[in-house]
């Protein structure tokens, strides 16, 4: 379930909330019990990054570095000269 954050614009009374999507939004301020608590719009706590991986996920091991591309066009490595 989400966590949404609510501001009261009576009081100034800042709360997080743990609701389904489906639920309605609170209006009634849980501090002064006035009619103008409003869901505030916020950051995602998780970021997205390439190939479906979370970026705040842990990492395994760094990979080794991409070995160059052939410099003779062979297609193959293995056949360039030693340097």
């Known amino acids: ?3 949404y954050e609510y501001r009261c ?3 100034g009374a800042h709360q997080e909330h743990l609701q389904k999507m489906s639920d309605a939004a609170l209006t009634i301020c849980p501090q002064c019990g006035a009619e103008a608590y409003s ?3 916020s950051a995602a706590g998780f970021q997205l990054k390439g190939n479906g991986w979370y970026a705040t996920d842990f990492k395994g091991g760094s990979k080794p570095p991409a070995a160059p591309p ?3 066009g062979e297609g193959s ?3 360039c000269p030693a340097s």
């Open 70 to 72: 052939c410099q003779t």
């Open 39 to 41: 869901k505030q719009l």
């Open 9 to 11: 614009a009576a009081c």
């Open 1 to 3: 379930m989400p966590i």
């Open 77 to 79: 490595c293995s056949s």
